[in-house]
């Protein structure tokens, strides 16, 4: 177990033992130094809190010594500004062993530390993609000083960015820098949660894919990719001696963990804090839930309960979270409730409980979650999700039984990324100021679907005056000026939109920001807000600056985000919902109210489940297809099968809402061919001007990209293939077809 350790600087071997305390490299950080000193791209999968950062850093730093690397030679990327936050000390700590810096640049940096990192670059740069298109468009900025350097890049929860347009916006921008350092970089990427780890590391390769070779590190895990060996990627997968069984079984990093889970009833939000407060007195308790709304609205519940309590959220201030985070590092009796802001990693110090509210979207979710806890030595991995109505309890139960079939969700960018494509066409405009009418694919090292095949949007771009060409040169045009050319194009950085959010002030403090609809809806009285799990009195609204002056209040405020995009349910989580439905326990601790409510559910649901096949049923008017098969897939069919469909709220994740003069007959002519006929979805104006970018695009193909991303035919031809069950009266019940 020392070869890998052999290999290191001796410098970084000699900290380890003496400043660190370790004896020996984790399993992780044994089998990685190998494969990241050899130069390759390399996906490094451990649970949360394996030592994944110091298995990519330790070697780079060796080789950063051994090759003489001059200037900043390593990007470290992750989602969240707070997740690189929490890293930098560490890093600063590493590379100051070698003499070497780290320093950070996102959008919470001041402009006297970015001034100082352009006067003396560090040679490990922790930023996010959002930030590095900041610095390859800003006129205050030289790309080729900053990244002309640059060997290695490290991608943190590489799974937020694969299953995201974050991950295009990324690759994209990887390849421009590699165009100015004059070579590949060689790509790192870390998680805890992956489903398809061979995939996802062909995918972060980007045009390296097929040429490069990749190598998947998962020491830890139970199970290895079924793909083990040489692969038509060229992905190698490494497992730790005598655990490296053929499977063919879905990877969970860690396997399923040997935890404690709990699933409870409890009915409403003052229950959940009265069971938050009454349970685990003495302990340090993380409560995730799943909307920044029931963040704030639990919060209060709790401070009512007399619980020391804390919030993070994506719409409180930095300096707020901030607080909050280092106070419950801290603390030990005490609650931080949080979003998703704290599943990525970020170090609140060592938990005691992690406490669910209603389920997550998603197994990986979940996996993230209850891997912050049993880290000390002797504990255990431990979550109680406390599900607060029925309908809730029947969702955390299927995630549950999910996850104990040992399923993870596999990591899928989205498909037919044209607007990120527009998007990438313009930035290099920018940072190129002129480029060659027939130079501009090289940009992007012939990575599809930045290459040739981008010509009919560079040819929209052109004729609608986003872009202008003078002779062989193109450069930004009139109308790029008009829609993104605000505060030096800086809305051009992020493949996401924002809503529009208000800030609150309270004296001279930034509490965090709101949604403008809680300060135009009607009220009686003075208008009270929630934020920061406390209420406050708005005492005066500055529209044109979009900021709210408020003061604290006793109690009675309102919390509200309006979210917009796609949130539906996938098929591998519907399909097992309605096998709890029909009767499937997850297999984890259920309290006795859990499983009266999970039977009162169950029969409730009796006339929408059937083990044969799925149901049309009829209630009045009211005729519904209860397919069970998530959001896209039925929208999919929805638009296959238009005719048979009620035109006015026609699908979820669990019905389409069918004609109310639907007979077996019409069902069977319409359906015949239906798997040779399917449809992509139709896509409304309004989603199209949710597409960021979209006004680049010629709206066709705005269409067309949302189409396609609403779209599961695979699932759908899955569920016409099932028999149909009409169960109402005059209808023929019983029949199947």
């Known amino acids: 177990m020392n070869r890998g350790l052999d290999r290191l600087h001796p410098v970084i071997t000699h900290h380890l033992v003496n400043t660190l305390g370790w004896s020996q490299l984790r399993p992780l950080q044994e089998e990685s130094v190998g494969p990241v000193l050899d130069g390759h791209d390399a996906l490094l999968l451990a649970p949360t809190a394996g030592g994944k950062t110091e298995a990519a850093v330790f070697p780079l730093l060796t080789a950063m010594e051994a090759g003489r690397w001059d200037g900043p030679s390593v990007l470290y990327l992750a989602p969240l500004k707070a997740l690189l936050n929490n890293l930098l000390p560490r890093l600063e700590q590493y590379a100051g062993w070698l003499g070497r810096r780290a320093a950070i640049w996102h959008g919470d940096v001041t402009t006297a530390g970015r001034q100082r990192i352009l006067r003396n670059p560090p040679d490990i740069l922790l930023t996010t993609p959002e930030s590095l298109e900041a610095m390859l468009i800003s006129v205050k900025v030289d790309p080729a000083l900053i990244f002309g350097s640059v060997r290695a890049v490290v991608v943190d929860e590489v799974h937020a960015f694969g299953s995201d347009d974050r991950g295009w916006h990324l690759l994209a921008v990887l390849e421009r820098i590699s165009r100015l350092a004059g070579h590949p970089l060689q790509r790192i990427g870390l998680s805890a949660t992956i489903g398809n780890p061979d995939e996802l590391l062909t995918w972060l390769q980007g045009s390296g894919r097929g040429i490069r070779r990749g190598v998947v590190v998962a020491p830890e895990q139970g199970v290895v990719p079924a793909r083990r060996g040489e692969s038509c990627s060229g992905a190698v997968a490494i497992a730790r001696s005598g655990s490296g069984a053929d499977s063919s079984a879905t990877l969970a990093a860690g396997g399923r963990p040997n935890g404690d889970v709990e699933l ?343 006339g929408t489940v059937h083990p044969g096949g799925t149901i049309i049923g009829r209630d009045r008017d009211d005729v519904r297809w209860w397919t069970w098969a998530g959001f896209k897939a039925n929208a999919t069919l929805a638009e296959t099968l238009s005719d048979l469909v009620d035109t006015d709220q026609r699908f979820t994740d669990t019905y389409i809402r069918m004609r109310a003069d639907l007979t077996p007959q019409m069902w069977k002519a319409a359906t015949a061919d239906a798997m040779d006929r399917l449809c992509l979805p139709d896509v409304d104006e309004e989603a199209v001007r949710g597409l960021k970018f979209s006004e680049a695009l010629p709206e066709r193909l705005a269409r067309a990209t949302l189409a396609a991303r609403l779209a599961d035919q695979s699932s759908a031809e899955s569920l016409l293939g099932q028999p149909v069950r009409f169960a109402f009266q005059g209808g023929g019940e019983g029949d199947e077809r």
């Open 264 to 606: 409870d009833y409890v009915g409403s939000v003052p229950n959940a804090a009265h069971v938050i407060a009454s349970l685990h007195r003495g302990e340090k308790r993380l409560v995730f839930c799943d909307s920044r709304q029931l963040v704030e609205e639990l919060g209060a519940a709790l401070r009512d309960e007399g619980v020391s309590v804390f919030l993070s959220h994506a719409s409180l201030s930095a300096d707020e979270r901030r607080r909050s985070e280092q106070a419950f590092a801290e603390a030990r009796d005490c609650v931080i409730v949080a979003t998703s802001t704290l599943e990525l990693g970020v170090d609140v110090g060592d938990l005691d409980r992690v406490i669910q509210i209603n389920s997550p979207a998603t197994v990986a979710a979940f996996l993230q979650r209850i891997g912050r806890t049993g880290r000390r030595p002797g504990t255990t991995r431990n979550c109680l999700f406390l599900a607060l109505s029925g309908g809730s309890l029947v969702w955390s139960a299927g995630l549950l039984h999910l996850w104990g079939q040992g399923y993870v969700e596999p990591v899928s960018p989205p498909p037919e990324p044209r607007h990120i494509v527009a998007q990438q066409l313009l930035a290099v405009c920018l940072q190129k100021h002129r480029i060659g009418r027939q130079l501009w694919a090289e940009e992007w090292n012939g990575l599809p679907p930045f290459d040739r095949t981008a010509g009919p949007i560079m040819a929209h771009l052109a004729e609608s005056g986003f872009v202008d060409q003078d002779g062989e040169l193109v450069f930004i045009g009139p109308a790029a000026e008009r829609a993104f050319g605000r505060r030096h194009f800086m809305g051009m950085t992020a493949s996401f939109t924002a809503p529009p959010q208000f800030t609150v002030i309270s004296g001279r403090d930034e509490i965090g920001r709101t949604d403008p609809m809680l300060l135009t809806e009607h009220v009686e009285g003075p208008r009270l807000i929630l934020l920061a799990g406390r209420s406050w009195k708005v005492n005066w609204v500055d529209w044109k600056r979009q900021r709210c002056f408020v003061e604290p209040a006793e109690g009675g405020g309102k919390a509200l985000w309006l979210t917009g995009g796609f949130t539906g349910a996938s098929f591998a989580l519907t399909r097992v919902v309605r096998d709890v439905l029909l009767g499937a326990d997850p297999d984890v601790l259920m309290t006795d109210r859990a499983r009266r409510v999970l039977a009162d559910e169950r029969d409730d649901e009796r």
